[in-house]
C-alpha cells in the first residue's frame, strides 16, 4: 500500500522560505509521478507544482518561478522548495503520487490515486 506523508509546514514571514518533504513508502518501482496541491479555507483546491516520470516540471501560475519541485528516488521522497512566500500562499499543502495517468492536465486530480494528510503553511504579513 503506497503512503505519502508530509512534513515541514510552519508559519512564516512574508519574503521567507520553507521546504516541504513528502516521504513516499509502498511502491515498488520508481516510475510515479507526484505533485502538490493546496487549499485555503473557502477556496478550492489549487495545483502547486508538479514532476513527471521524466523529471519535468509544472508549476502553478501563481507560484512560477517562487517554487521548485524536485523529486529524490533514493530516499523515496519529493521536495517543494517554496521562496518568497507570501500571505497568498498560506494553506494546507497536500502531497500526491499516481503512476496510471487518466487524461487531462497535470492539475486533475483524477490522476492522482494517493493523497498525503496535508502539512499547515501560514504566511504572515
Known amino acids: 500500500q503506497v503512503r505519502l506523508v508530509e512534513s515541514g509546514g510552519d508559519s512564516v514571514q512574508a519574503g521567507g522560505s520553507l521546504r516541504l518533504t513528502c516521504a513516499v513508502s509502498?511502491?515498488?518501482?520508481?516510475?510515479?509521478?507526484m505533485a502538490w496541491f493546496r487549499q485555503a479555507p473557502g477556496k478550492e483546491r489549487e495545483g502547486v507544482a508538479m514532476i513527471s516520470t521524466d523529471g519535468n516540471t509544472y508549476y502553478g501560475d501563481s507560484v512560477k518561478g517562487r517554487f521548485t519541485i524536485s523529486k529524490d528516488s533514493a530516499k523515496s521522497s519529493s521536495y517543494l522548495q517554496m521562496d518568497r512566500l507570501e500571505p497568498e500562499d498560506s494553506a494546507m499543502y497536500y502531497c500526491?503520487?499516481?503512476?496510471?495517468?487518466?487524461?487531462?492536465?497535470?492539475?486533475?486530480?483524477?490522476?492522482?490515486?494517493?493523497w498525503g494528510q496535508g502539512t499547515q503553511v501560514t504566511v504572515s504579513s
Open positions: 500526491a503520487s499516481g503512476m496510471l495517468w487518466r487524461g487531462g492536465t497535470w492539475l486533475n486530480a483524477i490522476n492522482y490515486n494517493t
Open positions: 509502498g511502491y515498488t518501482s520508481n516510475h510515479y509521478y
